[in-house]
């Protein structure tokens, strides 16, 4: 095969995989996601996507990203340096609870077209363009296998196969994307602090002080998202109904180092493992 035939295949128009695939992806991401001993493990899914929005967020706000890690617990770390506020600031910080749907939303859309081989090409891309930023050895195992698994199946898989892991992807990063923030809404409300170290503060506090405003609308952003997010799925849902698809150290919780001076790094951990561990005790 050489590269016109790779081009061609990545290119090409799909059929629509039938609607008996497409609703069985769905249950089989909507069981990844509710059942806990499952999510256990898939959640690291979620923190690889989590990061990477931080990443990319960093990088398209012009900050300079230091790297990012990935730990066994299903947490992550992203390090970035820039200023301490402002809208990049902002963005970065922001970009991880929502970039799994947004990505499942950008699949969707791609799926609806036919596009299935673009969206395993292009989340092949992305997974290549976070390895070179890796800081640690589980990190550039999990991104590694995780790229690799999606090479086999766009390489040797059918039209079909690669069908059903594209919905499956699809479908689990759009629902996945909800449980992070209601886990985190859960702790709080049970005073239990998500943040890895006593000098990290979470996300929605964290946007109110890198904003410098004491809007407390900063402060519900975490009940507010599911909704956004549930909007993301119902709209994709939509999409693959159409005639296109038919044819941090320990999460919940996304925690920053608070900086005094501009050229001091800013920490995004997502703390998947935080519901497991308990906060670091404090003072004698």
């Known amino acids: 095969m050489d590269l016109a035939d790779v081009w061609q295949q990545v290119t090409a128009t799909r059929p629509a995989p039938p609607d008996w695939l497409v609703l069985t992806m769905a249950a089989v991401a909507l069981t990844a996601v509710v059942l806990r001993p499952v999510w256990r493990v898939s959640r690291a899914v979620v923190t690889i996507a989590h990061e990477g929005g931080h990443g990319l967020a960093a990088l398209l706000t012009r900050r300079r990203l230091s790297g990012i890690r990935l730990h066994s617990d299903t947490s992550g770390l992203t390090l970035s340096y820039g200023r301490p506020t402002g809208p990049g600031m902002i963005l970065t910080a922001a970009a991880g609870y929502t970039a799994p749907p947004l990505l499942g939303l950008g699949g969707a859309a791609l ?22 930023r890796i800081r640690n050895a589980f990190g550039v195992l999990a991104v590694v296998a995780t790229g690799a698994l999606f090479g086999l199946v766009s390489w040797y898989g059918d ?15 759009l629902l996945a994307g909800v449980r992070p923030v209601l886990e985190l809404q859960q702790m709080r409300r049970a005073g239990r602090s998500p943040n890895p170290t006593p000098t990290s ?8 002080r890198c904003s410098g405003s004491r809007c407390s609308w900063w402060s519900r952003w975490p009940v507010c998202w599911p909704a956004a997010a549930g909007c993301c799925t119902g ?6 109904a159409g005639d296109g698809a038919r044819p941090h150290r320990p999460h919940p919780g996304c925690t920053a180092a608070a900086p005094k001076v501009p050229s001091t790094p800013v920490r995004h951990s997502n703390a998947h493992g935080a519901a497991t561990r308990r906060p670091p005790r404090l003072g004698p």
Not at 235 to 240: E, K, L
């Open 111 to 132: 799926l609806a077209a036919g596009r299935t081989g673009w969206f395993l090409w292009i989340a092949i891309a992305l997974l290549v363009g976070m390895l070179l």
């Open 159 to 173: 039209d079909r196969v690669q069908a059903g892991f594209a919905y499956l992807g699809v479908w689990f990063l």
């Open 201 to 208: 503060w979470p996300a929605s506090p964290g946007l109110a």
């Open 235 to 240: 709209a994709a849902c939509r999409a693959c």
